[in-house]
């Protein structure tokens, strides 16, 4: 399973928020290039680059940043946030991306996101999957619709979607665990996607329930930054 460290990014800095709260946000770093680089340096080959300031404006905001970290390590970032237009999507590829997560769009322009789906490959595009109490959530977490989960990607399954990151918005940034239970029924229903798990992951054991139900992969935030997970553990897994 891979570990992926997630970084947020408000006003060009690391941060994390509790539920998806922007009023609820703390500031860990100044600069999240030094932040990909520690990661790097710990044998970390993944990152979760999410645009909190491109979620919120509707275009990408943070991608000299994400640049910055393409040019200075070999980090394979997947980048998401505010990504609603072919232009958009382009500029994140050139400044880096390895993969782009895209949630709203798959949810409100299926025509477009099947279309990035066919232009850049499965392996790149992620099927970007914020639920509250099983539903789908868009529009940076704004806007709750009446769509479950298991809805939401079974209806992309056809597409031949490869990727799915389903963020438990109620555990996100709260540590008080993932959302086994969802994970555990997505991957019954669809054994043949790449589920990575997101939200609320706080311990080693956890990662490792999640690596034995089948995830393949899993986005660690808050715990990384709160030392529950140091980065001497974090490499060890890597």
Known sequence: M???PAIDLLGGKCVRLQQGNFDQSTMYHDDPVEVAQSFEDHGVQYLHLVDLDGARNGQPVNWRILERIAKTTCLKVDYGGGIKTNEDIDLVFNCGASQVTSG???MKERTRFISWLKLYGSSRIILGADIR?????IDGWATDTSLPITDYIGSYIQEDIL????TDILKDGMSTGPA???YENILKTFPNIRLIASGGISSLNQIEQLS???CEGAIIGKAIYDNTITLKELSQLC
Do not use: E, K, P
């Open 2 to 4: 891979r570990i992926i």
């Open 163 to 166: 990727y799915v990151v389903v």
């Open 180 to 182: 086994l239970d969802y």
């Open 104 to 106: 709203s769009i798959a």
């Open 212 to 214: 034995l139900m089948g």
């Open 133 to 137: 109490n099983g539903n789908i959530s």
